[in-house]
């Protein structure tokens, strides 16, 4: 059965600085899926990563896709408050669901 | 958007009534699904479906039905609702890509807004 876990599923962090949110899948996934949400607001897709060493990359939002460790990153460069909201990461598992991580709320101090 | 819309957006209802959420899309997509959202728990898949009449149970369908008797409706429905189920649901819809064989859904899922449903 596949599991996702994020880490951390809470981060302050301040502006200009970089971090990055790890995602950890427990099986073989064909699909990896990065997504953002808003306080009160529904889920908006940023990135889909295909296959090994896929890295993609929008503003100062960059992810990329190790399926050998079985390991994504979202990593954020020169954060700014605009970026501050809860993001997520899914896996496609065999029976062609995708099963979400539990979060990552995100809060970037001015 | 992605043209989906969920109804009612906001909910509030009494222990052990029936209850159905709509969701409604205009692009024609294969693939819908209904998810619940709850602090510390992500987002949860309650049910899917893949085509007309056809649907799936998620990791979280007890007390949960489904229906789609057409394209672009997707109805969930609590027989009974508890105080449980109270939750955030959401819909999503997504389409498959043919790789050589049966249709499957490897594309990005797209959310609608979200229907906040409270049981008292």
């Known amino acids: 059965e596949l599991k996702v876990e994020q880490n951390p599923l809470f981060l302050s962090m301040q502006e200009g600085k970089n971090y990055t949110i790890y995602c950890n899948y427990s099986t073989t996934s064909d699909r990896l899926y990065w997504y953002r949400q808003d306080p009160g607001k529904s889920l908006e897709s940023l990135f889909v990563l295909l296959s090994n060493g896929a890295v993609k990359q929008e503003g100062r939002l960059m992810a990329s896709l190790d399926t050998k460790a079985r390991l994504s990153t979202l990593h954020i460069t020169a954060a700014v408050h605009d970026l501050s909201a809860t993001y997520f990461c899914?896996?496609?598992?065999?029976?062609?669901?995708?099963?979400f991580g539990k979060g990552t709320r995100l809060h970037i101090l001015p | 958007d992605a043209g989906i819309t969920q109804s009612p957006r906001h909910k509030v209802t009494e222990t052990g009534t029936p209850v159905t959420l709509r969701c409604h899309q205009t692009e024609n997509h294969r693939y819908m699904y209904w998810y619940r959202q709850d602090p510390g728990h992500g987002l949860r898949l309650i049910h899917y479906s893949y085509g007309v009449k056809d649907t799936d149970k998620g990791e979280v369908s007890d007390g949960y039905s489904v229906s789609r008797s057409k394209t672009e409706d997707f109805l969930l429905t609590l027989e009974s609702a508890t105080s449980s189920q109270t939750s955030v649901y959401f819909c999503a819809i997504s389409d498959p890509i043919v790789a050589g064989g049966p249709p499957v859904s490897y594309n990005e899922q797209f959310f609608g807004p979200g229907t906040r449903l409270t049981v008292l």
């Open positions: 899914a896996a496609l598992n065999r029976d062609d669901k995708i099963i």
